[in-house]
């Protein structure tokens, strides 16, 4: 079963990674997460979405920087403190994962769709119930809609 689901993953991480080029600039995954992250929290300071990505402030830093030279990053003051600044998506950003979750499911409903009626049923029910068993075997940044229809 292990080496299956294995399979599986690694021909879904390809077909993700051909749903990346909707953009001139490709994005990497540490990139794409903060995406998502700041899709959920919207108006992050940079030591909160740290906290969610779990990783040090030069690198979030260093990933907002990129992020917003490519346009899918907007930074503002905070309305609550002047020392903090605010990070949102921009219209680019939510326009580029809108895209990329639409060339994502298309990949899918085109392998999905070869499957008999009585598989794609099946097959739902095995991933709701690994998709809910695994944040309680993992703690798991992404907690579903909207979001985190993750990377």
Same mark, same amino acid.
């Given at each position: 079963?292990?080496?299956?689901?294995?399979q599986v993953?690694?021909?879904?991480?390809?077909?993700?990674?051909?749903?990346?080029?909707?953009?001139?600039?490709?994005?990497?995954?540490?990139?794409?997460?903060? *995406?998502?992250? %700041?899709?959920?929290?919207?108006?992050?300071? $940079? !030591?909160?979405?740290?906290?969610? @990505?779990? +990783? /040090?402030?030069?690198?979030?830093?260093?990933?907002?920087?990129?992020?917003?030279?490519?346009?899918?990053?907007?930074?503002?003051?905070?309305?609550?403190?002047?020392?903090?600044?605010?990070?949102?998506?921009?219209?680019?950003?939510?326009?580029? *994962?809108?895209? %990329?979750?639409?060339?994502?499911?298309?990949? $899918? !409903?085109?392998?999905?769709?070869? @499957?008999? +009626? /009585?598989?794609?049923?099946?097959?739902?029910?095995?991933?709701?119930?690994?998709?809910?068993?695994?944040?309680?075997?993992h703690r798991?940044?992404?907690?579903?809609?909207?979001?985190?229809?993750?990377?």
């Open positions: 079963m292990l080496l299956v689901l294995t993953v690694e021909q879904v991480e390809v077909m993700w990674e051909r749903s990346k080029d909707v953009s001139p600039a490709p994005l990497s995954v540490s990139q794409l997460r903060v *995406l998502f992250v %700041l899709e959920r929290s919207e108006g992050a300071n $940079l !030591r909160a979405l740290g906290e969610a @990505l779990d +990783a /040090a402030p030069s690198s979030v830093s260093r990933l907002c920087d990129r992020l917003q030279a490519v346009g899918f990053l907007e930074r503002g003051l905070s309305a609550t403190s002047r020392r903090e600044v605010e990070l949102t998506l921009s219209e680019r950003g939510r326009a580029y *994962l809108a895209e %990329l979750r639409e060339r994502r499911r298309e990949h $899918l !409903r085109d392998v999905v769709g070869t @499957l008999p +009626a /009585a598989a794609r049923s099946t097959l739902v029910t095995g991933l709701r119930q690994l998709r809910d068993a695994a944040p309680v075997v798991l940044d992404d907690d579903g809609e909207p979001g985190t229809q993750s990377a």
